[in-house]
């Protein structure tokens, strides 16, 4: 098959415009929509300091090379933040990504571990929830936390904006499974970027017109070493959720981006949706949140494990 484009052999069936394309034709086509999505949604300015979470997976991987390329353009600085939850036979080899791709970049990298600033690893926290039958998955743990510490990490380096590299399949599902939750508060977040708000660093999201699929071949054509195994405690709705918006691309082509075309239309009209942010600080680790203590806290918590502002070791992380 020829890529519909330039005629050269193709690698590439995009169901969801009816095209074949060629390797040298799909990197373009995902750098213009990273760039188009900077761009539109005035994600970064000339000047600004942005932090970027790598896992060391092929979207936060390679949305890290886009950013550099960027970023040098734009005379921007780039810093990576690489949370260590602490998964055993998994992580470490995130990490090693990680390392080696910001070190090829030039970029500035730190990295920040659950035990050292949240006294558990992922993998005991998991083991308490087991114990005690909390009802929270290992999902919801993991997201909390880890969003804390990055908003904690990008706002200790100074960063102007936190770059994620949620793609398309990220957000339909995210989409959903706020439709699910009847979540309003967490489904008006969505979007391109979050609103600034004191003690948030505003988060940017220029993978978001991207599809899994095709920053995972951009990623292979461009050579760039990444780890594809799966997290040992993904589960839960969550899957349930992916697989099946998976089979419904699969049935019917373009059904990711029509979730979120709808989604963005119904989006304008939510402004009136009450936000879980207030101007609150948490009692127990001083972070902003809308109640007397933030989510993260209160899940850490129900498990028995305390955190507080006076043991934070966010500052004394060193770069890797």
Same mark, same amino acid.
């Given at each position: 098959?020829?890529?519909?484009?330039?005629?050269?052999?193709?690698?590439?069936?995009?169901?969801?415009?009816?095209?074949?394309?060629?390797?040298?034709?799909?990197?373009?086509?995902?750098?213009?929509?990273?760039?188009?999505?900077?761009?539109?949604?005035?994600?970064?300015?000339?000047?600004?300091?942005?932090?970027?979470?790598?896992? *060391?997976?092929?979207?936060? $991987?390679? @949305?890290?090379? !886009?950013?550099?390329?960027?970023?040098? &353009?734009?005379?921007? %600085? =780039?810093?990576?933040?690489?949370?260590?939850?602490?998964?055993?036979?998994?992580?470490?080899?995130?990490?090693?990504?990680?390392?080696?791709?910001?070190?090829?970049?030039?970029?500035?990298?730190?990295?920040?571990?659950?035990?050292?600033?949240?006294?558990?690893?992922?993998?005991?926290?998991?083991?308490?929830?087991?114990?005690?039958?909390? *009802?929270?998955?290992?999902? $919801?743990? @993991?997201?909390? !936390?880890?969003?804390?510490?990055?908003? &904690?990490?990008?706002? %200790? =380096?100074?960063?102007?904006?936190?770059?994620?590299?949620?793609?398309?399949?990220?957000?339909?599902?995210?989409?959903?499974?706020?439709?699910?939750?009847?979540?309003?508060?967490?489904?008006?977040?969505?979007?391109?970027?979050?609103?600034?708000?004191?003690?948030?660093?505003?988060?940017?999201?220029?993978?978001?017109?991207?599809?899994?699929?095709?920053?995972?071949?951009?990623?292979?054509?461009?050579?760039?070493?990444?780890?594809?195994?799966?997290?040992?405690?993904?589960?839960?709705?969550?899957?349930?959720?992916?697989?099946?918006?998976?089979?419904?691309?699969?049935?019917?082509?373009?059904?990711?981006?029509?979730?979120?075309?709808?989604?963005?239309?119904?989006?304008?009209?939510?402004?009136?949706?009450?936000?879980?942010?207030?101007?609150?600080?948490?009692?127990?680790?001083?972070?902003?949140?809308?109640?007397?203590?933030?989510?993260?806290?209160?899940?850490?918590?129900?498990?028995?494990?305390?955190?507080?502002?006076?043991?934070?070791?966010?500052?004394?992380?060193?770069?890797?």
């Amino acid at each position: 098959m020829k890529c519909s484009l330039c005629g050269r052999n193709a690698v590439y069936n995009r169901r969801y415009t009816g095209t074949f394309l060629c390797d040298r034709c799909l990197a373009r086509s995902v750098e213009r929509k990273f760039q188009r999505t900077i761009s539109e949604n005035k994600l970064i300015e000339a000047g600004e300091r942005i932090a970027v979470a790598v896992s *060391g997976g092929k979207d936060s $991987t390679t @949305c890290m090379h !886009l950013l550099a390329e960027h970023c040098e &353009r734009k005379n921007c %600085e =780039l810093v990576a933040v690489t949370i260590d939850e602490g998964i055993s036979g998994y992580r470490e080899h995130g990490l090693r990504a990680a390392r080696k791709n910001a070190g090829l970049l030039g970029v500035e990298h730190k990295v920040i571990s659950f035990k050292e600033e949240l006294g558990a690893t992922l993998d005991e926290i998991v083991g308490l929830v087991k114990e005690r039958g909390t *009802g929270f998955g290992a999902c $919801t743990y @993991c997201g909390v !936390l880890r969003r804390s510490l990055l908003n &904690r990490a990008a706002r %200790e =380096l100074g960063a102007d904006k936190l770059a994620t590299a949620h793609n398309l399949d990220d957000e339909a599902q995210a989409i959903m499974l706020n439709y699910v939750r009847s979540d309003l508060a967490r489904l008006y977040r969505l979007g391109p970027s979050y609103p600034a708000r004191k003690g948030f660093v505003p988060r940017i999201k220029p993978f978001r017109e991207i599809p899994e699929k095709e920053v995972a071949l951009y990623a292979m054509i461009k050579g760039i070493e990444v780890d594809s195994s799966e997290c040992p405690h993904v589960g839960g709705i969550h899957v349930e959720i992916r697989d099946f918006i998976n089979s419904l691309e699969e049935n019917h082509p373009n059904s990711k981006f029509m979730i979120l075309r709808t989604f963005d239309k119904i989006k304008a009209n939510m402004a009136q949706v009450p936000s879980e942010f207030g101007d609150k600080r948490c009692g127990k680790c001083g972070e902003p949140t809308a109640a007397s203590i933030c989510r993260a806290c209160g899940l850490l918590e129900g498990l028995g494990i305390e955190i507080g502002a006076e043991n934070c070791n966010l500052g004394k992380n060193s770069a890797t």
